[in-house]
């Protein structure tokens, strides 16, 4: 097993999709990681995608009707097999050949390049795994400010609310503020792989750990990304 480095506790590793399922987030630890080799080409499967604008949705059919190489066939039958295996947990999965994602260039960036979390009005994890391409990223969340805390950005974003006081929380939730993070200059950043699937802990009224700090990567120049999320 390849080892992935942790930062308080933050990081759980199993080595089967029961146990990244089944095991409880607790204390600090609100990221669990089934480390996975994966064979097959999975760069076949994008080339093989026709696109579709800089985000391409791909269905299972799509997947079948590829003609492909035996090492694609491989990378085609770990795809259809996860996805799989979270429809039957009760996940909606999805997988995407990513470009890129839309940018936000405003002072306060609320685009998935920004670290931030997910939240959600029910109990629910996020699960993402990256087969080619940049993989995502995470960070431990004391080496994490939420941005709305920041005095500087909050005296910008009461600039820009200009509403009475008592309001101003709810703004910060109404247009999804206060999901994001700012890094400490020093903070240790992990790379979450390729081939591994990841379990990572969303804001929801019932949780009981700090949701996961997570961010998408900067693409390479005329690389794609393969990512299953949901």
């Not at 089967?16 to 996975?36: D, E, K, Y």
């Not at 081939?195 to 996961?212: F, I, K, T, Y």
Request: net charge negative; glycine share 4%; charged share 25%.
């Amino acid at each position: 097993m390849t080892n992935i480095p942790s930062a308080e506790k933050q990081i759980h590793q199993v080595t089967n999709f029961q146990n990244l399922v089944s095991t409880p987030f607790h204390g600090m630890m609100n990221a669990i990681c089934w480390n996975r080799t994966l064979t097959g080409d999975f760069s076949e499967i994008i080339e093989k995608i026709e696109p579709d604008g800089n985000i391409t949705v791909i269905e299972p059919e799509d997947l079948l009707d590829l003609q492909l190489t035996e090492q694609g066939q491989l990378a085609r039958e770990i795809l259809l097999n996860d996805l799989k295996l979270l429809e039957a947990h009760g996940a909606s999965p999805i997988l995407n050949v990513i470009k890129s994602y839309d940018r936000d260039d405003s002072f306060f960036s609320t685009d998935v390049y920004s670290f931030h979390v997910d939240r959600s009005p029910i109990p629910t994890d996020t699960y993402l795994c990256t087969y080619y391409g940049e993989p995502s990223e995470i960070v431990s969340n004391s080496q994490a400010t939420q941005k709305v805390l920041i005095p500087e950005i909050r005296d910008e974003l009461k600039k820009l609310y200009a509403g009475p006081d008592d309001g101003f929380e709810s703004f910060l939730t109404e247009y999804f503020f206060d999901l994001h993070y700012q890094a400490e200059p020093d903070a240790s950043l992990i790379n979450l792989g390729l081939g591994n699937l990841w379990r990572l802990a969303v804001d929801h009224p019932e949780s009981q750990v700090p949701p996961c700090v997570h961010r998408a990567p900067t693409e390479k120049p005329g690389e794609k990304r393969l990512l299953l999320i949901c």
